[in-house]
């Protein structure tokens, strides 16, 4: 089978869904892979780089004569007019909320597979993009946080006195959250940190943050994500964290529900509380934001708070981000296909969890 990779035509997209490495791995198995023209350009990867390995570069046009389309982000509904009926299409496709998408997909009978949807069960930690795309989420956000805060953040000691070290408070203690307590505490910061799952706390202190505890309420996960916290936990969070939220130089909100719009975390009358100069990275930006006043995409000043509404962090880190996208496709890749062609195992419960349409039937709905 013949596997294309499409380049991204989102803005601000840096990362390409498959890297020269990877490409020899699919080789390997089977597959002829296609390029298409500077895909990997603004991930450091050349035309001649993928050349090297044994691709082929192609014009997008040509591209479209593949057996499997690979690519990050969510097609265009214009992307799917384009692709012959019959074909095998993979990325992220946030199926609960982009049912047009989905739909565009199964008219044209093309298998879908949305890795966004991959269950987080141990048998598929090697093929789930949203840890190891958050993984570096949680570092940026850290980088980005010190960049736009006013100061260091370890204690420093000078013959002019001594400097403290800045305090981080973090929300969430998911995949990016433990790599924002990790790369904070390297950098010499006081780290605490927020969950609602209890189970969380160990984690956090190895890592060497003091978690803040609710007492009295629990929410805990399923399915590898936190449940959405009811409004009796909410109120007993706010009063559990809002001394931590006063001192933070630097606040940063990991908190995500699939399919459904973040959380509040931080609402107005919690802002006021922050002091000036602090600084608040909400990675939930995108889907709703977890503060209340944040702007997708927009840096904005609220009562001399910078509230940063951080949009897809992991293109920051192109290089990385797409050899980790790449290794996840590959790893499912190595389930669903032998000798380089694709079948479908519907009793799999990995395939059950993330193929989306398959033969004209939509296999998983929003509800």
Same mark, same amino acid.
């Given at each position: ?7 991204? *035509? ?14 020899? @791995? ?12 500077? %895909?990997?350009?603004?991930? !450091? ?21 593949a057996d499997v ?7 265009? #509904?214009?992307? #799917? ?28 009978? #093309?298998?879908?597979i949305s890795l ?14 949203? @840890? ?14 010190a960049y736009h ?34 790369? &904070? ?40 994500? &936190? ?16 001394? *931590? ?26 802002? *006021? ?27 904005? !000043? ?7 509404? @951080?949009?897809?962090?992991?293109? %920051? ?40 349409? !398959? ?6 709905? *929003?509800?």
């Open positions: 089978m013949k596997i294309a990779v499409f380049k991204e *035509s989102r803005p601000g997209e840096n990362r390409v869904a498959i890297s020269p490495q990877v490409c020899t @791995s699919l080789q390997k198995m089977g597959f002829e892979v296609w390029v298409e023209k500077d %895909a990997g350009k603004n991930a !450091h990867f050349t035309n001649e780089m993928y050349e090297q390995t044994g691709a082929t570069v192609k014009s997008a046009a040509d591209l479209l004569s389309f690979v690519q990050i982000n969510v097609p265009t #509904i214009e992307k #799917i007019n384009e692709l012959p009926a019959g074909k095998i299409w993979i990325s992220s496709l946030n199926y609960r909320t982009n049912t047009d998408v989905i739909d565009a997909l199964n008219k044209k009978n #093309i298998a879908a966004d949807a991959i269950p987080r069960i141990s048998r598929a930690q090697s093929m789930d993009i949203l @840890s190891s795309q958050a993984n570096l989420a949680g570092y940026r956000a850290v980088i980005e946080g805060l006013d100061k260091i953040f370890p204690m420093l000691m000078t013959a002019a006195g001594t400097v403290t070290p800045s305090k981080v408070l973090i929300f969430g203690v998911g995949v990016a959250g433990l790599q924002a307590i990790a790369t &904070a505490k390297r950098l010499g910061a006081v780290v605490e940190a927020t969950d609602v799952r209890p189970e969380t706390k160990e984690q956090v202190q190895s890592l060497g943050g003091k978690f803040i505890e609710v007492k009295g309420v629990e929410v805990g996960s399923e399915g590898g994500y &936190a449940k959405e916290a009811s409004e009796e936990y909410r109120k007993a969070q706010r009063e559990a964290v809002n001394k *931590s939220l006063a001192q933070a130089d630097l606040v940063i909100t990991t908190a995500l529900v699939p399919g459904r719009k973040a959380p509040v975390l931080i609402d107005d009358e919690q802002l *006021s509380l922050m002091k000036t100069g602090s600084v608040l990275i909400d990675m939930a930006a995108e889907q709703g934001g977890n503060c209340t006043k944040t702007k997708t995409g927009e840096i904005i !000043h609220v009562n001399g708070v910078k509230i940063v509404g @951080s949009v897809n962090l992991p293109s %920051a880190l192109s290089a990385n981000a797409s050899e980790l996208f790449a290794r996840n496709i590959w790893e499912l890749l190595k389930l669903m296909a032998t000798k380089g062609e694709v079948a479908f195992d519907m009793n799999d419960e990995i395939v059950q969890g993330c193929l989306v349409a !398959h033969e004209g039937t939509i296999l998983l709905t *929003s509800n």
